[in-house]
């Protein structure tokens, strides 16, 4: 029984002082995310990247234009009378919007399965495929005063991890060098850029949303064991807590004290402290 005892204080004690480490992480993490949220492109920053261009009444195809347009690209799209699509697509319609692309206006279509096209707003053209040279020509489009590089073209990194960017993949990393170390991902889908982080939020976000979501576990190998190894990461806290209960009760002294004067054995105010609560 003695023996028994000593081995669960032992593996309360550095079971403890790893989760602990972690838990502290967490804490942490959590805070710098208080601060300086995961990198993405904000309606804000979008509007603010809008080149000064005057759209005159000849400028643009019709919305009706621009989806007899997209339905050739997309076949299995829901038109307004299709009954069978409202469960998958809310309102049976195809999703439309009106984007600058690249310094000119273009319409995005969506079918409601993360399937777009995107048409020239101008010619009606469908845009087919997006290349490298499509690609550093948003970006310069985007930030006229940078000199846009392309980094690579990804399917996934650390900072492209959110699932709402998974019809826009593989992305197109590009630098602006700029002072503010500034990257932007554009679409191979679309041709439009779909998210931007400076140096700074990148630097703060590995101690920031990286470490508090397990994002480096992220991946094609690592995604099937990432939400395991957060819950039983969790469920070895709780049972820690519930061991350190039982622990607490086998130390506490209900009859009598210890030499110290306490009915904890424990002399440092710190670990007397963390018996008693």
């Not at 004690?13 to 942490?28: D, E």
């Not at 990198?39 to 920053?45: A, S």
């Not at 096209?117 to 010619?123: E, L, Q, R, V, W």
């Not at 350190?244 to 506490?252: A, C, D, E, N, Y």
Request: net charge positive.
């Amino acid at each position: 029984m003695c023996a028994a005892k000593r081995w669960l204080y032992i593996s309360h004690r550095w079971t403890g002082i790893a989760v602990c480490l972690l838990m502290a992480m967490w804490f942490f993490s959590g805070v710098v995310m208080m601060y300086v949220g995961y990198p993405k492109l904000t309606p804000n920053e979008r509007l603010s990247h809008l080149p000064d261009l005057l759209i005159n009444e000849s400028c643009c195809i019709s919305p009706q234009q621009a989806l007899s347009a997209a339905r050739k690209a997309l076949p299995e799209m829901p038109r307004a009378n299709d009954k069978s699509a409202r469960g998958r697509s809310g309102d049976g319609l195809p999703a439309l919007s009106l984007a600058m692309i690249g310094g000119s206006p273009h319409w995005l279509a969506s079918d409601g399965r993360n399937r777009q096209a995107t048409i020239d707003a101008t010619t009606g053209k469908v845009l087919n495929r997006v290349d490298d040279a499509h690609a550093l020509t948003v970006a310069r489009a985007f930030a006229p005063e940078s000199q846009p590089s392309l980094m690579e073209v990804v399917r996934q990194d650390i900072f492209t991890v959110s699932r709402g960017l998974d019809h826009h993949r593989p992305l197109f990393r590009i630098a602006l060098n700029d002072a503010d170390g500034t990257e932007v991902y554009v679409s191979s889908r679309t041709g439009e850029v779909v998210r931007d982080s400076t140096r700074l939020e990148r630097g703060w976000n590995y101690l920031g949303a990286i470490l508090h979501f397990f994002y480096p576990l992220k991946g094609e190998f690592f995604d099937q064991w990432r939400s395991d190894i957060i819950i039983y990461t969790a469920l070895v806290g709780t049972v820690l807590a519930l061991l350190g209960i039982w622990v607490g009760v086998l130390r506490w002294r209900f009859k009598g004290r210890f030499a110290n004067g306490s009915r904890s054995p424990y002399r440092s105010k710190w670990t007397r402290w963390h018996h008693v609560s």
